[in-house]
């Protein structure tokens, strides 16, 4: 089955700055990567996903990138501000049943320093 | 206001006592799941569910039952609970992706609230 690794598990960096989390996969098969938020205390929530069929993908401050080659994918956080500070996960769509699939890393918890 | 619930919210358990989490959607969505949260493993899939009367096993099952007699509910089991099965429960939806289009993802998770059960 598919396997994702995540990191780093904690990441903290100053209020401006750039944060980058990465994952690899395991499953070549794998189509589709979301990554999801969870602020202290609530739900995980989509903030952006990229199929398999696109390199980079970007929403204002946040983008992804997805090299298929080497099955990595990264989340780019440009311009951090204090509501960016959560638990990270990415995920990745592998064959694995029909119903969703998804198997996601372990989190990054990242913290933004005033 | 589209959704998904859970209940209980919170609950505490003696092992071997048989309980329930329910889970609701209106989002006519025909995806569901059930996932565990814990410290250091991220979420795991227990069960999963592609519509009425169709379940199938995820990455961590055992210990737990599921049912789907109707499009909107989808409980969880806990037949005989042990102090394992501690941990936060995320019961979630979607749609399929062959409905993906029109500006949504191609296949987000909506995620209910979650509910932390501890057994003693």
């Known amino acids: 089955g598919e396997n994702v690794e995540q990191h780093p598990s904690t990441l903290s960096v100053q209020e401006g700055d750039s944060a980058v989390i990465k994952c690899t996969y395991s499953d070549s098969a794998s189509n589709y990567f979301p990554w999801y938020k969870q602020e202290l205390g609530k739900r995980p929530q989509l903030i952006i996903d990229?199929?398999?069929?696109?390199g980079e993908k970007k929403d204002q401050r946040i983008a992804v990138t997805l090299n298929k080659t080497a099955k990595h994918f990264s989340l780019h956080i440009t311009e951090t501000q204090p509501e960016d500070s959560a638990v990270y996960f990415c995920a990745a769509k592998g064959q694995r049943g029909g119903a969703d699939g998804l198997t996601f890393g372990k989190g990054t918890h990242l913290i933004i320093q005033p | 206001e589209a959704q998904v619930t859970q209940n209980p919210r919170y609950l505490i358990t003696v092992t071997g006592k048989k309980l329930t989490v329910t889970c609701s959607q209106n989002?006519?969505?025909?995806?569901m799941s059930w996932y565990r949260q814990d410290p250091g493993l991220g979420l795991r899939q227990i069960y999963y569910?592609?519509?009425?009367?169709?379940?199938d096993k995820g990455d961590v099952p055992e210990g737990y039952k599921v049912s789907r007699k109707e499009k909107r509910n989808f409980p969880l089991i806990l037949e005989s609970p042990s102090p394992n099965q501690t941990s936060l429960y995320f019961c979630?939806?979607?749609?399929?992706?062959?409905?993906?289009?029109?500006?949504?993802?191609?296949?987000?998770?909506?995620f209910g609230p979650g509910t932390r059960l501890t057994v003693l």
């Open positions: 979630a939806s979607s749609l399929p992706p062959r409905l993906a289009g029109g500006g949504r993802s191609y296949n987000e998770q909506f």
């Open positions: 990229i199929r398999s069929n696109v």
């Open positions: 989002m006519n969505h025909e995806y």
């Open positions: 569910s592609m519509n009425v009367e169709v379940t």
